[in-house]
């Protein structure tokens, strides 16, 4: 069992920053992969991000690829999200999740067991 807590959603003007946080609790275990998906209201739940959690290795949706980057603390099961130049499209709540990658893709949500509560993040025009 896995649990996650979400942190660092706020509110900020387009083109400023924000750093997320989540803590996982529990154990992990190999082929772990870490994610941060989003959903904004009326829409569905989308891949933000996601890395493999022993080797390090990031993913990212093509509509944050050089605004957003992910890192994790393996000491400390934290995984970060900071999100730069942000865009009123951005606007979600965000939620991390962990999965196993040999289950399926890592864009995909089904490849995750665990989720956690979501942080909102709203980005002002």
């Known amino acids: 069992q896995v649990q996650l807590v979400e942190s660092g959603g706020g509110l900020v003007q387009a083109g400023g920053s924000l750093r997320l946080s989540c803590k996982a609790s529990?154990?992990?275990?190999?082929?772990?992969?870490m994610a941060w998906f989003r959903q904004a209201p009326g829409k569905e739940r989308e891949f933000v991000t996601a890395i493999k959690w022993n080797s390090g290795v990031p993913y990212y949706a093509g509509s944050v690829k050089g605004r957003f980057t992910i890192s994790r603390d393996t000491a400390k099961n934290m995984v970060y999200l900071q999100m730069n130049s942000l865009k009123p499209e951005d606007t979600a709540l965000y939620y991390c999740?962990?999965?196993?990658?040999?289950?399926?893709?890592?864009?995909?949500?089904?490849?995750?067991?665990?989720w956690g509560q979501g942080t909102q993040v709203t980005v002002s025009s």
């Open positions: 999740a962990v999965g196993n990658y040999y289950r399926g893709s890592v864009y995909r949500d089904e490849t995750y067991d665990y």
């Open positions: 529990g154990r992990t275990f190999s082929n772990m992969v």
